[in-house]
């Protein structure tokens, strides 16, 4: 190597130094730590201690994180599919040529903006059941008996599914973007063939997008595990007969209110082998709907 060549090696060096140093503070040494104390008893202010599987064990017993396993799987069934839908359904009216489209596009993109705990206070309000604007709107339209979104642990999920829409612009954009890439050659040829919009939906579009589709569902299942914020906010972390506790609130509170840091850590790498598995099944099964251009 010339001294210019080292010159040049040590400057880039010192320009990614910042980075470098950040990444092994904030996210390698906590990773590493983590699988270390997931095998350790540690309440965060004493040293930890050696047991083995012992956290991982304890799992198995754990009526209350089996509920929260049932809970956040549950909340994902009804949050991802209504989400992925959802968004689809507004780019496909978005990407229409309509006037002031792009006005219209900016209001539903908006909302993925605002930061989350003041969307979470927002919705606080909104599904209030005695004074919320939802109940109101509801009762105005003849229902006299509307459900108590956050105290009746039946419709407590169903309403943070409800709103976790609040945020699909970002899902939006995404898909807008990709049904702008839609080969016009393959519309128009459907179109001379005579096939229906629902037929150019289904055997045209979709097909074209699908990739994007299948990008949406990865970052949906990873998203939806991890749900916290809304739950958090607005249900004080479990909510009535612990219905909104999820995984993540529960790894929350064994780590920072229990200070049972070891079993924590032991919860964030069962999440992590749950994603994994979750989205290598996924991935295993778009196979065969995902088309890629030049397949």
């Known amino acids: 190597m010339t001294p210019g060549e080292r010159r040049q090696s040590v400057a880039g060096l010192a320009f990614v130094s910042p980075w470098l140093l950040g990444f092994v503070v904030f996210t390698l040494y906590p990773v590493c730590a983590s699988i270390y104390f997931s095998f ?8 930890p201690v050696w047991v083995g599987f012992l956290n991982y064990q304890d799992m198995l017993s754990d009526s209350v994180f089996w509920q929260s396993v049932r ?11 209504l989400g992925l839908v959802s968004a689809l359904l507004l780019a496909l009216l978005l990407n ?8 219209f596009r900016a209001i539903y993109y ?6 989350a705990v003041a969307g979470a206070m927002v919705w606080l309000w909104i599904l209030n059941g005695r ?12 229902f006299s008996n509307p459900p108590q979104w956050l105290v009746d642990p039946k419709w407590t999920k169903p309403s943070l599914a409800l709103v976790s829409l609040w945020g699909c612009g970002n899902t939006v954009v995404i898909y807008l973007a990709a049904l702008q890439g839609v080969p016009q050659s393959l519309i128009e040829a459907s179109m001379i063939d005579g096939a229906s919009p629902w037929r150019r939906l289904v055997h045209v579009t979709l097909p074209a997008i699908s990739p ?8 949906g299942i990873i998203g939806g595990l991890q749900v916290f914020t809304s739950a958090f906010i607005m249900m004080g972390g479990a909510g ?3 219905s909104v506790l999820f995984y993540a609130i529960y790894i929350y509170q064994n780590a920072f209110e229990y200070r049972h840091m070891g079993y924590a850590s032991a919860m964030a790498w069962i999440l992590c082998m749950l994603i994994l598995v979750l989205t290598l099944l996924a991935s295993r099964i778009a196979r065969r709907f995902v088309h890629y251009q030049g397949d």
């Open 240 to 242: 009535p007969e612990r």
């Open 110 to 115: 908006l909302p993925s903006l605002v930061p």
């Open 96 to 103: 229409q040529p309509v006037k002031l489209k792009g006005t």
């Open 212 to 219: 994007v589709i299948y990008f949406n569902l990865l970052i």
């Open 131 to 142: 004074l919320g604007l939802l109940n109101q709107a509801l009762d105005a339209l003849g």
């Open 40 to 47: 350790c008893d540690y309440d965060v202010l004493s040293k």
């Open 71 to 81: 809970n956040t799987l549950v909340f994902n069934l009804m949050a991802l599919p």
